[in-house]
């Protein structure tokens, strides 16, 4: 059976799609960690 294509949301609640291993696939781990923590985000 064919399974539909998940429609993800526009705006800020987009990113809750997103996870950090996701980002790790297209982006270097280091790269990631790097702008996470830039952000003030690593807790």
């Known amino acids: 059976m ?13 990113t809750e799609h997103l996870s950090v291993g996701v ?8 790269a990631v960690r790097a702008v996470v923590e830039e952000c003030g985000k690593m807790d």
């Open 2 to 14: 064919a399974r539909h294509a998940k429609i993800i949301s526009q705006g800020n609640t987009a």
């Open 23 to 30: 980002l790790s696939l297209c982006y270097p781990l280091p």
